[in-house]
C-alpha cells in the first residue's frame, strides 16, 4: 500500500523573530525539528514561511504585485535570497537531529500566473519521497507569466502539493491555537472554532468579505481559504500553535490536541 | 535582436580551498564577483563547482554511484546541504557587488537519467535572464531516474544549458591555465593547447583513452569533453585560469587572454 505523505506547514511567525528583520527563532526551529523527529513520519513534506526573512524585503521591493521597474530587480534577489538563507538555518536543524531533509527551492521549478500555481510538477517531490526524504519548501519569490514575478506564499505551496499528492493530512503550524471567530490578539470575545467544515468555512467567507478578510480573524482566515481545494479534495487539515511546545508532535501523530480541524463536509464524499 | 546569453562556469577549486573541507575562497569570490560586475554582462548564467564544499561527502557517501543501501541518505540530505551553502557564500558575494544574482537550485528541477540530463525546463532561467536578472546554477546532488540519484556536474549542467539556450559562448574558469598535453601539476613537459577544434578535441580522446582521461591532463580532458555538445552545435569555449586576476573578466568582455579555445572545426557549419 502506498504510503500517504502529511504535508507540515510552520509559519514564518513561528520560525522567526517577528519584529526583528532576519532573526530565526533557532530555540523554536530547533524544538520543532525535535519534535518532527519524534513524531517518525513515514511520508512527510515541510513547507514553511518566510517570517521576519522574506516578509520585510518583500514589502519593501513591492515583489507581490509584480514587475513594475528595473528598481525592483535587487528586491526580488534578496528576497530570494532571504529566503534561501532562512531555508538554510531551518535544514540545519532537521539534519542535525538526524532528519534526511533536502531543500527543494520553489522558484527553481514554479512559474505562477497572476500569483497563482497553474501546474506543480511532482516528480522531484515524490522522487525523494520515495527514497525517505524529507523535501523542504518554503514560500518564495517566484517568476509569473503575467506579473513578471510575485511571491508565492507557502500556504499555497501546501494546499497544492497536498492536493497534488493525494496528502493524507495537512498540519498548519501557526503562532495563534487555530482559526478564531475574530483576532484573539486584539479582541478578548473572540474563541477558538475547534471543528469547520468546507460548507461552513465558505459561509464565512461570505460573510466575513474578502477585503476584511486579513484584518478580522489576525490574518488566519486568509491562510485557511488557501487550504480550501485541498480540503473539499477531502483531505483533512489542522490547524495548531506550533509555538507552544508537542502540538506539532501531536497534529502528526493524530493525538488530540488544541487546535482548529478543517474537513470536508458530511455531504463531500472523499474520494479514493 | 535577442541578446544571447554567456554561461560562466566557475570551478569548484577555484572558490573553494581544494585541502579545507567546507571552506570557501572568499577572497577569490569577491574578486570574482567584482570581475563579473565590471564586465557588465547583459544576458548572464553562472554555473560553480563544488569543490571542497560538494566533494568530501559525496565521495563519502558514494552519492554518484548511486542509491544502494539506506546508509546513503543521509550523505544525500547533507552533500545538498553543502551544494545550498557555497551557493549561498557566492550570492551573497554577487549581491554585495550589486549584481541581481539569484539562485537556482538544480535538484529541484532537473532528474537524469545514469546521470545525464535527459531534458532541462529552460522557462525559469529564460525568465530571469529577460528580467536582467542573474541565475546561479551549481553541481548538485540530483534525483537520477535509474540509479535513484547521483551527482550532476556543474560541466555537464553548463553545456546543457548554453546548448538549450543557444549561448554566445561558454566561459570555464579553472585553477590551471586551459587544456594541456599533460598534467602541467606534475609533467613539467607539458604544453597548453592554445586552440583545440571539436574534431582534433575527439582526436585527443580516442588517443587517451577514456579510462586514463582524468589523470592524463589533470582532470580537464572530462571537463572539456562535456562541452562537446554544446561546442558542436556552434558555441565557442574558451577556459581560462580563474585563480589569477583579470582572465574571468577577459574572457567575459572577448578581450585577448591566455586559455584554451575550444570551437566547432571549420568544416562544422554554425547554425543561425
Do not use: W
Not at 75 to 96: C, E, H, P, W, Y
Amino acid at each position: 500500500m502506498k504510503v500517504k505523505p502529511i504535508v507540515l506547514k510552520l509559519g514564518g511567525s513561528v520560525i522567526t523573530v517577528k519584529e526583528k528583520p532576519f532573526t530565526p527563532n533557532k530555540e523554536a526551529i530547533r524544538r520543532l525539528a525535535k519534535e518532527i523527529k519524534k513524531a517518525e513520519v513515514k511520508s512527510l513534506i515541510l513547507i514553511h514561511g518566510g517570517g521576519s526573512f522574506g516578509h520585510p524585503l518583500a514589502k519593501e521591493y513591492k515583489i507581490k504585485e509584480g514587475y513594475r521597474d528595473s528598481s525592483q530587480i535587487v528586491g526580488f534577489s534578496k528576497t530570494r535570497q532571504a529566503m534561501a538563507s532562512l531555508n538554510k538555518i531551518v535544514l540545519d536543524a532537521l539534519i542535525q537531529e538526524g532528519i534526511p531533509a533536502v531543500a527543494v527551492q520553489p522558484s527553481a521549478f514554479v512559474v505562477t500566473n497572476n500569483g497563482r500555481i497553474q501546474h506543480i510538477e511532482t516528480e522531484t517531490i515524490l522522487g525523494l519521497l520515495k527514497l525517505g526524504v524529507v523535501p523542504v519548501l518554503y514560500g518564495d519569490a517566484v517568476l509569473d507569466s503575467a506579473l513578471g514575478f510575485t511571491i508565492l506564499s507557502g500556504d499555497q505551496l501546501t494546499s497544492k502539493i497536498a492536493l497534488e499528492l493525494d496528502a493524507e493530512k495537512i498540519v498548519v503550524g501557526v503562532d495563534v491555537d487555530g482559526l478564531y471567530t475574530a483576532d484573539p490578539k486584539v479582541n478578548s470575545s473572540a474563541h477558538l472554532i475547534q471543528c469547520i467544515t468546507f460548507e461552513e468555512l465558505k459561509r464565512l467567507q461570505h460573510k466575513i468579505g474578502k477585503a476584511e478578510v486579513t484584518d478580522v480573524t489576525g490574518g488566519m482566515l486568509g491562510k485557511v481559504l488557501e487550504l480550501i481545494p485541498a480540503v473539499a479534495h477531502g483531505i483533512r487539515a489542522i490547524i495548531v500553535n506550533a509555538s507552544k511546545p508537542n502540538n506539532v508532535y501531536k497534529a502528526l501523530k493524530g493525538e488530540e490536541v488544541t487546535g482548529t480541524m478543517i474537513k470536508a463536509s458530511e455531504t463531500v464524499a472523499k474520494p479514493n
